[in-house]
């Protein structure tokens, strides 16, 4: 073999060799989700990872329930309604059809019964009693559902009805549901009842068999961290999946719309949020309720008050790259009464690599008002005494 007939054969012996080393990294770096729209969202920055497609409106089916479950929550927070209220079905809500818990009219559950009839078994009958009993009506209640929307910036949504029955008129993207899953995961309450793989709801007509509550979330105990969020499903939607898993402080949420069918939407769910775990990280820098100073008050009825950290502050970091992450805080040396509890009061700078990456609010932890006249007066006779 000439000179260069051996030169010609090393390149390309070389050639294969370096396709053989390259290429399977570069399938492994590439993720492939088939259907039609996706994302894979961090819970606790609201950073995207991954997206296909995010902003195509698409119907979202049962998925919608997960904008119902927010407003009920919220209604129980602030107190518009209890856990313990009864609920009366309606006929309209005993009418709805598709997935139902079988209430009949005149039936009256408990609110906390319908939610979690709701959030196990996705009963759209369970869907139109809340939202009746919240709303007013159904009407009112869709209006509650997109004006939230608007708040947590869902731009290309838009809600007809509280369960997520086709309607031309009733859409949301992959981006969008990501979104107000972010805001269901701050929801203690909705883990009570998403993790129960099976229960039984007892009807007010005692000679009716209990109606059995079975979980649509496949990956529930199959999927390390799996604990929400919803399914759905109807021949225009597809099959839809909102998942969320966390593992340590971790939490990710992957969104698939309209896949082929139900082993696919959770096939690419797992593809998704392993590709989440597998590249990135989580760091809580900061806890909740940390006191980073105490500052003093002038003229308040107190003399000092601590500033806060008022959330759990995460840094997500793609893995390997977690080193040399630092704060700052920068915070006046003295505050004026009057201050009001969680007032904005200075802020933490946190650097990574020497580049500041996030600004997060500090706060006062508790009220304070002016110190009254008497107050004051004692201060000047204790300073006086001092000498």
């Not at 209220?85 to 609110?111: C, H, I, M, N, Y």
Request: net charge neutral; hydrophobic share 40%; proline share 3%.
């Amino acid at each position: 073999m000439s000179y260069y007939k051996k030169k010609a054969a090393c390149i390309l012996l070389i050639s294969l060799l370096v396709c053989l080393i390259i290429k399977p990294v570069t399938a492994q770096s590439q993720l492939e989700i088939k259907a039609p729209s996706a994302v894979l969202m961090d819970a606790g920055t609201g950073t995207v990872l991954f997206e296909k497609n995010p902003h195509e409106k698409m119907e979202p089916a049962s998925i919608t329930k997960i904008m119902t479950m927010i407003i009920a929550f919220e209604a129980i927070e602030s107190g518009k309604v209890k856990l313990s209220d009864t609920v009366r079905v309606s006929e309209r809500a005993w009418k709805t059809g598709g997935s139902q818990v079988f209430l009949g009219p005149g039936e009256e559950q408990t609110l906390e019964t319908l939610l979690k009839c709701i959030v196990i078994a996705s009963a759209n009958d369970a869907s139109m009693a809340v939202a009746e009993h919240i709303g007013g009506s159904v009407e009112g209640f869709v209006k509650l559902m997109n004006e939230k929307a608007k708040q947590l910036g869902m731009e290309n949504t838009n809600f007809t009805n509280p369960h997520g029955l086709s309607s031309p008129e009733h859409y949301t993207t992959a981006y969008d549901i990501a979104l107000m899953s972010e805001e269901l995961v701050k929801c203690p309450m909705f883990f009570k009842w998403s993790t129960v793989w099976m229960d039984y709801l007892e009807h007010t007509d005692k000679k009716r068999e209990a109606t059995m509550l079975a979980n649509t979330n496949k990956l529930l105990g199959k999927y390390e961290g799996m604990d929400g969020l919803k399914t759905g499903f109807h021949s225009k939607a597809g099959h839809c999946f909102a998942g969320t898993a966390k593992r340590g402080d971790f939490r990710l949420i992957s969104i698939v719309l309209n896949a082929e069918n139900s082993n696919k939407r959770f096939e690419e769910s797992i593809k998704l949020l392993d590709y989440g775990f597998g590249h990135y990280d989580s760091i809580k820098v900061v806890e909740k309720g940390m006191v980073l100073k105490t500052v003093q008050v002038e003229k308040g009825h107190i003399k000092d008050v601590n500033v806060i950290v008022p959330n759990d502050v995460n840094l997500l970091v793609e893995k390997g790259k977690e080193e040399d992450i630092s704060t700052k805080f920068d915070v006046p040396d003295k505050l004026f009464a009057p201050l009001r509890k969680d007032q904005v009061v200075g802020t933490l700078e946190i650097e990574q690599n020497g580049k500041a990456v996030k600004t997060v609010n500090l706060v006062a932890s508790e009220d304070i008002v002016k110190a009254n006249f008497i107050e004051m007066l004692k201060r000047v006779f204790s300073k006086w005494f001092q000498f």
